[in-house]
């Protein structure tokens, strides 16, 4: 099972920029479809985009052509690039597999706060 620890968050202006890492420990990283999900304050966790072992991506609607996810198989490590941040952007942002049945414990995340 794997273990995920998230970094790479932070205070941003609207605007801003920021990247997102999301290391894993595991074997089975290479061949599991991986997302970011976030969680706003009062909201359910949601998934904002995902990536499946050879690269081939999806984003929540909202965040398409803003948010960039990539992925590191050798170093058991996924992405999430953040362009053109909004406040509604704002949440703590979790990375883990896809795939219900894949899904390792949620690590603590990592907050994103996007304000001026």
């Known amino acids: 099972q794997m273990q995920l620890v998230e970094s790479g968050g932070g205070l941003v202006q609207p605007g801003g920029s920021l990247r997102l890492s999301c290391a894993a420990s595991?074997?089975?990283?290479?061949?599991?479809?991986m997302g970011w999900y976030r969680q706003a304050p009062g909201k359910e966790r949601e998934l904002v985009a995902t990536i499946t072992s050879g690269g081939t991506t999806m984003y929540l609607g909202s965040v398409k052509g803003r948010f960039t996810i990539s992925r590191d198989n050798a170093k058991n490590t996924v992405y999430l690039q953040m362009n053109s941040l909004k406040p509604e952007d704002t949440a703590v942002y979790y990375c883990?597999?896809?795939?219900?049945?894949?899904?390792?414990?949620w690590g603590q995340g990592t907050q994103v706060t996007v304000s001026s």
């Open positions: 883990n597999a896809a795939e219900l049945l894949r899904r390792a414990p």
């Open positions: 595991g074997s089975i990283f290479s061949s599991v479809v």
